[in-house]
């Protein structure tokens, strides 16, 4: 099993910038990439952006694509999501997964899943 906690959700006007952080315990070895997903108020969960936890390839919604960043850390346990230009429309509670599955598809099914954090861009 492996457990996330994301953090670093709040309020801020657009043009402005968040960072997300998911912090990744139990079975990280086991964890092949993960990634940033956000439901906004009556949608759907979308994907927003995924790293590849070894070879760090990332891939990112059109949506997002030239505003927003994935990184990992050294130690492989933490996820972030740089957030810059944000627009109201990127309002959204925000969730971080992981996959352990083989192969290592970026936009495919996650296994595990954090709680959220919300995101709100004023105008």
């Known amino acids: 099993q492996v457990q996330l906690v994301e953090s670093g959700g709040g309020l801020v006007q657009a043009g402005g910038s968040l960072r997300l952080s998911c912090a990744a315990s139990?079975?990280?070895?086991?964890?092949?990439?993960m990634g940033w997903f956000r439901q906004a108020p009556g949608k759907e969960r979308a994907f927003v952006a995924a790293?590849?936890?070894?070879?760090?390839?990332?891939y990112y919604a059109n949506s997002v694509k030239g505003r927003f960043t994935i990184s990992r850390d050294n130690a492989k346990t933490t996820v972030f999501l740089q957030m810059n230009s944000l627009k109201p429309e990127d309002t959204a509670v925000y969730y971080c997964?992981?996959?352990?599955?083989?192969?290592?598809?970026?936009?495919?099914?996650?296994?595990?899943w954090g709680q959220g954090t919300q995101v709100t861009v004023s105008s």
């Open positions: 139990g079975r990280t070895f086991s964890m092949r990439a």
């Open positions: 997964a992981a996959r352990e599955k083989w192969p290592t598809i970026l936009t495919g099914s996650y296994d595990y």
């Open positions: 790293i590849n936890w070894n070879d760090l390839s990332t």
